[in-house]
């Protein structure tokens, strides 16, 4: 399989959930608000041997009228319109602001409407119903009634290749997903998994809607990755967009 990063670049993030662009060369993390966090965000493309897959869809800002995603899409010698399916992890407006558009005449559209969409049907619903902060209901009102929305709840199987799980940690309808293809293991573990160095520490991210079970799940991962040798996928990561773990 093929893994391409889109990093739509680094941002800080405080308690009014606005992300500011964030240069190492001419910001300092110190001048910014007490508690900011910085991150990465950095949704990615997976090439199978069947589908060209889209988990989680950044920020959503456009440049000169144009998604930067599309263009991180184009940069990496694709098309949007290559992209078959689109797994989501959760619905803030980190992860789920590229899948939808405002085009030249201010209409909502959707982002990649040729592609399948897998997200969890409570997450849905509660974005539908207001969320909080962390949430934008406006866009995601077009998808009521979009034939290739999927969806999903529990644990379960896509096709014979991916597999998801309802995590819950993060937000109550986190979900994560496996990608096995070709004697591979890739896994998408959302903001439950965003960095590496949260899967080597035990802590609990006040951040999270369940902080105690998203640490237990990390170190769970930790431990089952090593069997397979799961490759991993961190959306937040700043240094360290995938990592291979040690088959033991």
Do not use: C
């Not at 041997?49 to 009228?65: E, I, M, P, T, V």
């Not at 263009?71 to 602001?97: C, E, F, M």
């Not at 009521?144 to 014979?160: R, V």
Request: no cysteine; aromatic share 12%.
């Amino acid at each position: 399989m093929k893994i391409i990063p889109l990093s739509e670049g680094s941002f800080t993030i405080d308690h009014t959930k606005v992300f500011v662009p964030f240069d190492p060369d001419q910001h300092q993390l110190q001048d910014r608000p007490k508690g900011s966090l910085l991150v990465e965000i950095q949704p990615f493309l997976v090439e199978t041997s069947s589908d060209l897959l889209l988990l989680d869809a950044g920020l959503g800002f456009q440049k000169n009228g144009v998604l930067q995603l599309f263009s991180a899409i184009d940069q990496a010698g694709y098309s949007p319109n290559d992209v078959t399916k689109v797994l989501t992890s959760h619905l803030h407006r980190d992860h789920a602001g590229g899948l939808t558009f405002s085009d030249q005449f201010g209409n909502v559209q959707i982002s990649f409407p040729q592609a399948d969409h897998y997200i969890h049907a409570g997450e849905f619903k509660l974005v539908l119903d207001g969320g909080n902060a962390s949430y934008d209901a406006t866009p995601f009102r077009i998808y009521q009634g979009f034939e290739k929305l999927h969806l999903l709840e529990n644990d379960g199987k896509i096709n014979n290749s991916i597999s998801y799980a309802h995590s819950g940690g993060h937000s109550p309808f986190h979900q994560v997903f496996w990608i096995k293809d070709q004697g591979q293991v890739i896994f998408f573990g959302g903001d439950e998994a965003p960095q590496l160095q949260q899967l080597k520490t035990k802590f609990i991210a006040k951040y999270d809607y369940d902080g105690k079970r998203a640490m237990e799940l990390r170190q769970q991962w930790w431990e089952d990755s090593k069997k397979d040798a799961w490759q991993f996928l961190f959306y937040h990561d700043i240094e360290t967009p995938t990592f291979q773990q040690i088959n033991e």
